[in-house]
């Protein structure tokens, strides 16, 4: 299984990161479990989540870390797998906060529900664009100290606050950002291309782009309004059944078939991954059927010709 380095640090991962925000949403503990069973066993080791999962169902969030935490613990397979999670959301009890306060607490309630003793990656989830860097910094680097995270990474910050806190880190000695957490897929490159690939080159930052399949809309599962019932996600890819977004859905099937890939959704997912930077796609699944379509993405060498078709349908 190829693996991939994050960043400067010496944390390796398999090429497909599991997204935990379907754990007490559409998953629940049993089906979870099935499902990161199923993962395991396919060669892969790398689990996304947030303290704030799922909060829209609760208003609290919790229950995606409690069902990995109690996977992880029936399993025994702590050593064996990469944990990502992240601090910062707003839930119905609290707005979007980084302070030295809140990310103090909210380690601690994140390493119980995850019932280990250490996160490998924390992301700084939200910003809240008011805790001055430094104190975020600061405190990151008062719980790695303690042994409680290992290393860190930023999600949605912008481009001028992950440019400033990189700046402070190498200035100061204080924890540096090893990984990128970015908006990105085919129908969404803009933003991520124009304004963060840059950073990621020039500080070695390794990306792991979220809605990786623009919530399902790159597995061509909605091509018409009338497909939009087809799953409690299908209103938010409406905006995606344009001209263009078509238009890649066409090119993705025109790649699939040649390739004999079962779904465009595999595809989607290796031009991902022959991206710059790009170490591994965060995905959900529901099945294991939806499971076999992520694991062959990593199998997929996509070449220049297809590389361009993808590109031309999605620029």
């Known amino acids: 299984m190829e693996k991939v380095k994050i960043g400067t640090s010496d944390l390796e991962v398999a090429r497909i990161n599991?997204?935990?925000?379907?754990?007490?949403?559409?998953?629940?503990?049993?089906?979870?479990?099935?499902?990161l069973d199923a993962f395991i066993e396919g060669g892969f080791d790398f689990i996304d989540t947030a303290d704030t999962y799922a909060w829209w169902v609760n208003g609290t969030g919790g229950q995606s870390e409690t069902i990995?935490?109690?996977w992880l613990k029936s399993r025994g397979l702590r050593n064996k797998v990469v944990i990502a999670t992240?601090?910062?959301s707003e839930t119905r009890e609290h707005p979007f906060d980084i302070s030295r306060k809140h990310i103090?607490?909210?380690?601690?309630?994140s390493l119980r529900r995850l019932q280990t003793d250490h996160i490998d990656l924390y992301y700084t989830h939200y910003d809240d664009n008011n805790t001055p860097v430094e104190e975020t910094l600061a405190a990151y680097d008062e719980v790695i100290k303690a042994g409680k995270v290992r290393y860190i990474g930023a999600s949605n910050v912008s481009p001028a606050r992950l440019e400033e806190s990189l700046a402070l880190a190498e200035k100061t000695g204080l924890p540096r950002y090893v990984a990128l957490q970015p908006h990105y897929n085919l129908v969404e490159r803009r933003a991520y291309e124009t304004e963060y690939a840059p950073l990621a080159e020039r500080h070695q930052l390794t990306v792991f782009p979220y809605w990786a399949l623009a919530a399902g809309f790159l597995s061509g599962k909605y091509r018409s309004e009338a497909d939009l019932g087809k799953s409690v996600r299908g209103g938010g890819v409406k905006k995606y059944l344009n001209e263009q977004g078509l238009g890649v859905l066409s090119a993705l099937d025109q790649v699939a078939a040649k390739h004999r890939a079962s779904s465009p959704a595999t595809v989607a997912l290796a031009w991902l991954l022959a991206q710059p930077h790009v170490g591994a796609p965060i995905v959900s699944a529901t099945s294991k059927e939806q499971l076999e379509t992520l694991f062959a993405a990593?199998?997929?060498?996509l070449d220049n010709e297809d590389l361009e078709i993808l590109d031309k349908a999605s620029s």
């Open 68 to 70: 990995i935490g109690n």
């Open 18 to 35: 599991f997204g935990g925000n379907v754990f007490g949403w559409t998953l629940d503990e049993k089906q979870s479990f099935s499902i």
């Open 104 to 109: 103090l607490k909210s380690v601690d309630e």
């Open 86 to 88: 992240k601090v910062g």
């Open 298 to 301: 990593p199998e997929l060498k």
